[in-house]
C-alpha cells in the first residue's frame, strides 16, 4: 500500500490559513489507499522570537524523513530582513539542493490579469535554486562608516548550471511547443553570462527538437507584459529568476494562485512546495487569504510524488473555481478551501 | 552669448536615423543666440570592425571637451555580446562617473499601454550608474571545463551610494507628491542590501517632507504592472535599475518613448543622454524607427544644461504629437522628427 509522510510548515501570518485549506484538498484527493501522514514544524518568526532559532540541524534531519514539505509562508515585520530568509528559507534549499526552482505561469479563464486584451499565458519558469546571487558569498568593511564597502559574489559553476538547463531542456522537449528561452544578462555580466549560456547552447545540441531562443533579462520583462504567449518553458539564474516569476505571477493572474516547487531533482532530499505569496501579515487571520496558490502547490507535490492524476484533479479544480468567481460575492479561505475539497472528490 | 558644444554619436542601427532627428528638433527648439556646434563621432560595431577599437583613452579626450554627448544606439549581432556593452557604454559611464542614470517614465495622452484600466503613471528612477554588479568584478577559472565556476561581484560603496541615494532625494523633494521608493534585494542581498537600506534611511532623516518605502525588487515588479501610479521617485541599484526601467518602458508606451540621461551631476565630466532602446538591428534603414525617445532624450539634455524653457517645449511637442497619433497613418522617422521641430520652434 502507498503512503506519503508529508512534513508541514504553515509558518507565519497567513500561512497557517492556507496551509489548512492545501491538507484539506490533498485528504480528499487521495485515493483510499494512500495513506497520509503529517507532521507539523512550527518554523518562523514566532519560534526564532522564544528560542533565536531558525533551521537547525536538528531540523534538517527531522525534516529529512519525509516525502515532501508543504510550507505556508514564513516572514514576519518583527523579524529583521534578512534573518528568516537567510536562516530559514535559503538554508532550507541549500541543505536539500533545491536546485530546480519550478513556478508554472498560466492564466485560467476567468481570472484577471493587469494586462490588457486577452493574452494567451502559460509557460512555466526553471530558475536554479541553489547558486548565482543567492550564496551568501560577500562581505562589508568599515561597516557603518562612510569608507564602507559591500559586495555580494554571483557564484556560478558547471555543474550547477548544467544540471537545471538540462531540467529545463526536458521538460521543454516534454511540452506541445517545445521551446526553451534562456534568460540572463550575459553583455554585462560577461563571466557568468558565458558559462550560462554556453552550456545552454551545448546541451541545445542534444535536444534538436527544442526551439531555443536567447533573452536579457531586461527585455524579457518587456516581453513578459507585452507578448507573454511568446514563452513555453524560461530557464534562468537565481536572482533574474526570482524577479521573473514575481512578474509572470502578476501578469498570470496575480500572487494569489502562483505556486511553486523547491525540487531535488534525485529524489537524495525531499523537496519543498509553496505559494510565491508571501506571509501578508497585513491580512492574516481574517479568513481574506486566497488559498489557490497553495493548492495548486500541493499539485506540484502530488504530481512530483508521481500522483499525477491526482494533480490534474486539483488543476482543473482550481481552474473550475477560478472560472465561477466572476461577480460572485468574495468567499472566505475556508470557503474556497471547501469548495476545492468538493470538487476534487468529484 | 551661449553655446552648446555637442558630441554626437549616432552608433549602430537604427541610432543613425533617429539621432538625426534628435538634432533636428534640437536645432529648431534652441533660441537664435545659442550657438549649437555638434562633432560625431563613430563608434560601434563599424569601427570595431574596422579597428578592433571600442573606446580609447584619445576618444575619451576628444568627448570630455564636450559640453554634453547625444547617443542613438550602439550594437550588432556581428559583434559578440559584451563587447560593445562593456568595451564602450560601460567604459564611457565609468570614465566619465555617470553615476546618475535617470529614467523617466511617464504614460503620455493617446500612447498605448499594455496595461488594462488607464494608470496614471509619472515617476523617475534614479538608477545607481557605476557600481554593483556592473563593475566588471568577477572572474573564471576552469573555463570550458566541466569544473568551470565563474563570478561576479558587485561592488557597493557608502561613497556611491549615498551620492545617488541623496540625488533621489533632492529629486522627489523637488516633486509634487514628495515620494521615494528604494527598491533592491535586502532580504537576500543582506551585505549590499544593508548598506543601502542604512545610507537611505540616514538621508532620510534630512528631507522630513519626502515621504519613503523600501521594496524588494521581486515586488516591485509586480507594482509595476498593478499600481504603476503608486510610484514617484524610486531609487535603486545599477542591475535592478537596468530590470525595472525597461519593464517601466514597457507600462508607460514602450521604448519607443523611452529617454535616459546617464548624468555626472558635478560636471567634472559631460553626461551622456540616450534613448532607452537598442539599435533595433530588424528594423535600420527602412525611416521605422520612431525617433520620440531620443527627441526626449534631448529634453533632459537640454535640461541638464539648464536650457529648462527649451526641455519643456520638446516635452510638450512629444505629448502633443503622441495624442495626435491615434489612429492616423503611420509616419516615417523623419516625419515625426519635422513635426516635431515644427512644433517646438511653433
Ligand atoms: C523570501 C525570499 C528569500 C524568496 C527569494 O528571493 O527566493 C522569495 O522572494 C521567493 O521568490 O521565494
Ligand atoms: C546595453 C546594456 C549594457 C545597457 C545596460 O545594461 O545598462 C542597457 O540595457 C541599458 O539599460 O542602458
Same mark, same amino acid.
Given at each position: 500500500?502507498?503512503?506519503?509522510?508529508?512534513?508541514?510548515?504553515?509558518?507565519?501570518?497567513?500561512?497557517?490559513?492556507?496551509?489548512?485549506?492545501?491538507?484539506?484538498?490533498?485528504?480528499?484527493?487521495?485515493?483510499?489507499?494512500?495513506?497520509?501522514?503529517?507532521?507539523?514544524?512550527?518554523?518562523?518568526?514566532?519560534?526564532?522570537?522564544?528560542?533565536?532559532?531558525?533551521?537547525?540541524?536538528a531540523?534538517?534531519?527531522?525534516?529529512?524523513?519525509?516525502?515532501?514539505?508543504?510550507?505556508?509562508?514564513?516572514?514576519?515585520?518583527?523579524?529583521?530582513?534578512?534573518?528568516?530568509?537567510?536562516?530559514?528559507?535559503?538554508?532550507l534549499?541549500?541543505?536539500?539542493?533545491?536546485?530546480?526552482?519550478?513556478?508554472?505561469?498560466?492564466?485560467?479563464? /476567468? =481570472?484577471?490579469?493587469?494586462?490588457?486584451?486577452? &493574452? #494567451?499565458?502559460? $509557460?512555466?519558469?526553471?530558475? *536554479?535554486?541553489?547558486? +548565482?546571487p543567492?550564496?551568501?558569498?560577500?562581505?562589508?568593511?568599515?561597516?557603518?562608516t562612510?569608507h564602507e564597502?559591500a559586495?555580494?559574489?554571483?557564484?556560478?559553476?558547471?555543474?550547477?548550471?548544467?544540471?537545471?538547463?538540462?531540467?529545463?531542456?526536458?521538460?521543454?522537449q516534454?511540452?506541445?511547443?517545445k521551446?526553451?528561452?534562456?534568460?540572463?544578462?550575459?553583455?554585462?555580466?560577461?563571466?557568468?553570462?558565458?558559462?550560462?549560456?554556453?552550456?545552454?547552447?551545448?546541451?541545445?545540441?542534444?535536444?534538436?527538437?527544442?526551439?531555443?531562443?536567447?533573452?536579457h533579462?531586461?527585455?524579457?520583462?518587456?516581453?513578459?507584459?507585452?507578448?507573454?504567449?511568446?514563452?513555453?518553458?524560461?530557464?534562468?539564474?537565481?536572482?533574474?529568476?526570482?524577479?521573473?516569476?514575481?512578474l509572470?505571477?502578476?501578469?498570470s493572474?496575480?500572487? /494569489? =494562485?502562483?505556486?511553486?516547487?523547491?525540487?531535488? &531533482? #534525485?529524489?537524495? $532530499?525531499?523537496?519543498?512546495? *509553496?505559494?510565491?505569496? +508571501?506571509?501578508?501579515?497585513?491580512?492574516?487571520?481574517?479568513?481574506?487569504?486566497?488559498?489557490?496558490?497553495?493548492?495548486?502547490?500541493?499539485?506540484?507535490?502530488?504530481?512530483?510524488?508521481?500522483?499525477?492524476?491526482?494533480?490534474?484533479r486539483?488543476?482543473?479544480?482550481?481552474?473550475?473555481?477560478?472560472?465561477?468567481?466572476?461577480?460572485?460575492?468574495?468567499?472566505s479561505?475556508?470557503?474556497?478551501?471547501?469548495?476545492?475539497?468538493?470538487?476534487?472528490?468529484?
Amino acid at each position: 500500500s502507498r503512503s506519503i509522510n508529508l512534513a508541514v510548515i504553515p509558518g507565519d501570518g497567513i500561512g497557517q490559513e492556507v496551509v489548512a485549506e492545501g491538507l484539506k484538498v490533498l485528504s480528499a484527493v487521495l485515493p483510499q489507499d494512500v495513506k497520509l501522514e503529517t507532521k507539523e514544524y512550527d518554523f518562523g518568526a514566532r519560534r526564532y522570537h522564544d528560542t533565536g532559532e531558525t533551521l537547525t540541524d536538528a531540523d534538517l534531519d527531522a525534516l529529512k524523513q519525509h516525502d515532501a514539505i508543504l510550507l505556508g509562508a514564513i516572514g514576519d515585520p518583527s523579524v529583521p530582513s534578512g534573518v528568516l530568509e537567510r536562516g530559514f528559507l535559503l538554508k532550507l534549499r541549500f541543505a536539500f539542493d533545491h536546485h530546480v526552482n519550478l513556478r508554472p505561469s498560466k492564466l485560467l479563464p /476567468g =481570472v484577471v490579469t493587469p494586462l490588457a486584451g486577452e &493574452p #494567451s499565458i502559460d $509557460f512555466v519558469v526553471v530558475r *536554479e535554486g541553489t547558486e +548565482g546571487p543567492y550564496t551568501g558569498n560577500g562581505g562589508t568593511i568599515r561597516k557603518g562608516t562612510e569608507h564602507e564597502v559591500a559586495t555580494e559574489v554571483s557564484v556560478n559553476t558547471a555543474f550547477g548550471v548544467e544540471r537545471v538547463v538540462r531540467d529545463a531542456f526536458a521538460r521543454a522537449q516534454a511540452r506541445p511547443r517545445k521551446k526553451l528561452a534562456l534568460i540572463h544578462k550575459n553583455n554585462v555580466l560577461t563571466f557568468a553570462g558565458h558559462l550560462w549560456t554556453n552550456i545552454f547552447n551545448k546541451v541545445a545540441a542534444e535536444f534538436p527538437e527544442v526551439t531555443t531562443e536567447y533573452m536579457h533579462v531586461d527585455a524579457a520583462t518587456i516581453y513578459l507584459v507585452t507578448q507573454p504567449e511568446r514563452f513555453d518553458v524560461i530557464v534562468t539564474d537565481n536572482l533574474f529568476g526570482d524577479i521573473i516569476t514575481d512578474l509572470a505571477a502578476a501578469v498570470s493572474g496575480g500572487i /494569489g =494562485v502562483a505556486a511553486s516547487g523547491n525540487i531535488n &531533482p #534525485s529524489g537524495e $532530499f525531499p523537496s519543498m512546495f *509553496e505559494p510565491v505569496h +508571501g506571509s501578508a501579515p497585513d491580512i492574516a487571520g481574517q479568513g481574506k487569504a486566497d488559498p489557490s496558490a497553495t493548492v495548486l502547490s500541493v499539485a506540484l507535490l502530488l504530481r512530483h510524488l508521481g500522483y499525477e492524476a491526482e494533480a490534474a484533479r486539483i488543476d482543473e479544480a482550481v481552474s473550475a473555481d477560478l472560472a465561477e468567481r466572476n461577480g460572485r460575492p468574495a468567499r472566505s479561505t475556508s470557503e474556497i478551501g471547501d469548495a476545492l475539497a468538493v470538487r476534487v472528490a468529484g
